[in-house]
Structure formats: structure tokens, C-alpha cells
């Protein structure tokens, strides 16, 4: 199954792009489902249809599905919120404060994802189709589920024998309640889940495709989001530059667009090489329903590329070995030396890129040895690691 993922800024066309995809995909006779996470119900619009929390077919083997954010995140978060509630209430703190305090942000859009990894799972489908919510949140919502799985196997100890032994313990000492056995079962089903949604994200046969207009703004943010995504494993194959000015024919007023467009449209190209850069023609009308969806897909891609086709095949992390050495190399496009951050904290790396954080679970080859430099050369930062004799006799 072929999944592809559209993110960008807000407006720039994502939900154009996901359901032009999709539409056309349909329209090969593959077997089509596009979803959105997108609290904002813009989908079924765009194709002219309603949707509901389960796919409904438009035509043409052409479905879709509007997730209901709230409703999965309040199956898979609320029995864990109340007990954090709970222990809130005893601790005094005012209940309002609580509540907002035991929102985890962006993880109403992370729940989301668990559609995706049903539908996956489901089988019916040859390409899914997925129309994310814009850039910031889906980055953020993209990198919770290894975030949020650290954070688990911290805070909450999942081991339920561990749990039972320590409760009396816990319950005399802090004046704390203890969770009820459905919590634990609750976070660990949640842990798990999280899992398997990171799993399907960075599984091979999924990329995501960036779509931007040919506005510096734009393109700037872009750029950093390729960054983001690249340091949290995921494999963007395109780039969709949409809402180009026909230059043909142009007033002066348009002549300037097509101008300024051009040059900003090199800088994607030249930036973004090796991705492909699809331009997308500013239509005389906002595309509706799934035929003139379709055919502005399939003019943006072009004749003689397959948009349905296997995800290229670079891996996002590889561990390579020279002698002794084995260095753990991480694509990370357009990161600024400055930014990048690195912090070895036993079996993991803390690799942070500005405000994005990563926390990278050493592959065991690596665990016993040390890390003796690093580097950051065209786009991928490669870190040294040596044998460490002492780690290796166990002591
Ligand atoms: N190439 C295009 N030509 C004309 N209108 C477009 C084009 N791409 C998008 N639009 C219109 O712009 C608006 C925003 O697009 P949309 O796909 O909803 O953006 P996003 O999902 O990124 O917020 C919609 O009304 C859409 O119909
Ligand atoms: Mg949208």
C-alpha cells in the first residue's frame, strides 16, 4: 500500500493537492481512500461531497473520510486524564488550571493518525491519501508519538507488576492517589499505539509531499519543515509549488507575479534538488469535485511520472561502518551547524535542530560504544562512534 502524506503552511493548497492526488489515483483504477486530520472540515468541500468518520465513496473507487478528532481522542486520552485530574485535585490545584493542564497539545491530531494506521491495516485500500492539518501542528503532532512514548516510559511505569508493588508504597509516602489497573492498561494501550502510528509514518512504502507557494515566506518555512521532518525519519519524495501564474498573455500586474514567482520557483528548485518540484497552475477558479480535481493533478504532475509509484528508497538514518568505526548518519536538509544540538544520554541521543528535539534510541551495535565526533556535511550529519573497550566487557 502506497500512503502519502501533504503537509505545508495553511492555505497554500494541501487539501487541493491531497484530494487532486487521490482523485486521480481513483481515476487508474487504484483503489482510493483520502483522509483528512484537518479539524478544518475542507475535504469533503473541495470534492464536493459530505463525509463522515467512516470512508464513504464518492465514485469512481474514490473515498473519503473526515476523522473525528475528538471522538478518538477521547477513547484513547480520557480514562488516563481523569486519574491525572485526580492527582491534580489532591495536589490543590485549581480545577481549571487541571484541566488544561492534562491537554496534551497537539495530541488530539496524533489520535487522528490512529485512523490512518486502521485504515492501513484495513487492507481495502492501494493508495491512502492523507490531507494533514498545517505545518506547525502536523510537525508537532508528526514527532508526539516518540515524544510522548519517552515521556510514558518515564512518567508512568508500565510494567503493571511494578506498578502493584510499589502502590502501597507510593500511596502512604506521597498522599497520592493510585491509578486504578484501567489507567495503566489505558497509557500502555496508548504507548502501543503511538508506536505503530510512527511505525506506518516511517514505514517504506509512506512519504510525505510539501506543498508551498512560490512566495519567500512560504518557501522559507518550507524549507525548515523539510528539516524537522527529515530529523524525525520521515521521507518527503515532492514538492508541489502551487498557484503558479500562467505566464502567457500576462498584464503588467501579472507580469510582476510571474517574475517574482520565477525566481522564487529557481530557489525551490535548486534547494530542493534532489526532490522532484511539481508546479501547479493558478486556476481561473477554485477546483471542485473530483474531476477537476483530478485533471489538475494530473497536469501538475506531468505525463510520463507516476505519482502512485514506490517511495524512493534513501533511508532517513543509516548506520554505516568504516574499520572500527561505525558512523550513524542522519539526513538533515538545509540544518544550520548552529542550531544543531547533540546530547548522548545512555542508550539514546538527544539531536535537537532549533526548538525540534529528538530523542533516538541507539541501535545496540552503538550502545556500546562512544560517540568521538560528528560532522554536518551536505544535508546529512554523520556521527562518529568507537568501540569502547570497557562497555564491551560489561563494566
Ligand atoms: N491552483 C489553484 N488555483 C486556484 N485556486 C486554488 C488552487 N489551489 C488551491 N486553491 C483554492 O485555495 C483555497 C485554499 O486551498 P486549500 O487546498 O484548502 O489549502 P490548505 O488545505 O492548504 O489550507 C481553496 O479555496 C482552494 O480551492
Ligand atoms: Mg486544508
Given at each position: 500500500m502506497r500512503v502519502l502524506l501533504f503537509t505545508g503552511k495553511g492555505g497554500v493548497g494541501k487539501t487541493t493537492a491531497a484530494a487532486g492526488t487521490a482523485a486521480l489515483a481513483a481515476s487508474r483504477g487504484l483503489k482510493t481512500l483520502v483522509l483528512s486530520t484537518d479539524p478544518a472540515h475542507s475535504l469533503a468541500d473541495a470534492l464536493g461531497v459530505t463525509a463522515g468518520p467512516e470512508p464513504t465513496e464518492v465514485g469512481g473507487g474514490l473515498y473519503v473520510q473526515q476523522v473525528d478528532t475528538q471522538r478518538r481522542f477521547e477513547r484513547s486520552w480520557r480514562e488516563v486524564q481523569e486519574y491525572l485530574l485526580s492527582v491534580l485535585d489532591t495536589a490543590g490545584v485549581d480545577p481549571?488550571?487541571?484541566?488544561?493542564?492534562?491537554?496534551?497539545?497537539?495530541?488530539?491530531?496524533?489520535?487522528?493518525?490512529?485512523?490512518?494506521?486502521?485504515?492501513?491495516?484495513?487492507?481495502?485500500?492501494?493508495?491512502?491519501?492523507?490531507?494533514?492539518?498545517?505545518?506547525?501542528?502536523?510537525?508537532?503532532?508528526?514527532?508526539?508519538?516518540?515524544?510522548?512514548?519517552?515521556?510514558?516510559?518515564?512518567?508512568?511505569?508500565?510494567?503493571?507488576?511494578?506498578?502493584?508493588?510499589?502502590?502501597?508504597?507510593?500511596?502512604?509516602?506521597?498522599?497520592?492517589?493510585?491509578?486504578?489497573?484501567?489507567?495503566?492498561?489505558?497509557?500502555?494501550?496508548?504507548?502501543?499505539?503511538?508506536?505503530?502510528?510512527?511505525?506506518?509514518?516511517?514505514?517504506?512504502?509512506?512519504?510525505?509531499?510539501?506543498?508551498?507557494?512560490?512566495?519567500?515566506?512560504?518557501?522559507?518555512?518550507?524549507?525548515?519543515?523539510?528539516?524537522?521532518?527529515?530529523?524525525?525519519?520521515y521521507r518527503v519524495d515532492a514538492v508541489l509549488a502551487n498557484r503558479v501564474f500562467p505566464a502567457g498573455g500576462a498584464d503588467d500586474w501579472r507580469a510582476r507575479?510571474?517574475?517574482?514567482?520565477?525566481?522564487?520557483?529557481?530557489?525551490?528548485?535548486?534547494?530542493?534538488?534532489?526532490?522532484?518540484?511539481?508546479?501547479?497552475?493558478?486556476?481561473?477558479?477554485?477546483?471542485?469535485?473530483?474531476?477537476?480535481?483530478?485533471?489538475?493533478?494530473?497536469?501538475?504532475?506531468?505525463?510520463?511520472?507516476?505519482?502512485?509509484g514506490p517511495a524512493p528508497e534513501a533511508e532517513p538514518i543509516v548506520v554505516e561502518r568504516s574499520g572500527d568505526e561505525f558512523v550513524l548518519a542522519i539526513a538533515l536538509p538545509f540544518a544550520d551547524r548552529s542550531e544543531v544540538g547533540l546530547v548522548r544520554k545512555g542508550d539514546e541521543l538527544v539531536l535537537t535542530v532549533g526548538s525540534y528535539r529528538r530523542v533516538l534510541a541507539l541501535p545496540s551495535a552503538l550502545r556500546r560504544c562512544t560517540v568521538v565526533g560528528a560532522a554536518l556535511r551536505d544535508g546529512r550529519l554523520r556521527i562518529r562512534f568507537e568501540p569502547d573497550p570497557a562497555l564491551w566487557m560489561g563494566l
Open positions: 481549571l488550571e487541571a484541566e488544561e493542564l492534562t491537554v496534551l497539545p497537539g495530541a488530539e491530531e496524533v489520535l487522528a493518525l490512529l485512523e490512518v494506521r486502521d485504515q492501513v491495516r484495513s487492507g481495502r485500500w492501494d493508495v491512502l491519501v492523507v490531507d494533514c492539518a498545517p505545518t506547525a501542528e502536523t510537525l508537532r503532532l508528526l514527532a508526539l508519538p516518540e515524544a510522548l512514548g519517552w515521556y510514558m516510559e518515564r512518567v508512568f511505569p508500565v510494567e503493571r507488576r511494578v506498578v502493584r508493588s510499589l502502590r502501597p508504597v507510593l500511596g502512604k509516602v506521597a498522599g497520592v492517589p493510585m491509578p486504578r489497573d484501567g489507567v495503566f492498561e489505558a497509557v500502555a494501550r496508548l504507548h502501543a499505539e503511538l508506536g505503530e502510528v510512527r511505525e506506518v509514518l516511517t514505514a517504506t512504502g509512506t512519504t510525505v509531499r510539501l506543498v508551498l507557494t512560490p512566495e519567500s515566506v512560504v518557501v522559507a518555512e518550507a524549507r525548515r519543515t523539510l528539516t524537522s521532518l527529515s530529523l524525525y525519519g507575479w510571474v517574475a517574482a514567482q520565477a525566481e522564487q520557483l529557481a530557489e525551490v528548485e535548486a534547494s530542493f534538488a534532489p526532490l522532484p518540484v511539481y508546479r501547479c497552475a493558478y486556476q481561473q477558479a477554485e477546483p471542485v469535485g473530483a474531476t477537476a480535481l483530478a485533471d489538475l493533478a494530473a497536469a501538475t504532475y506531468g505525463d510520463g511520472v507516476d505519482p502512485f
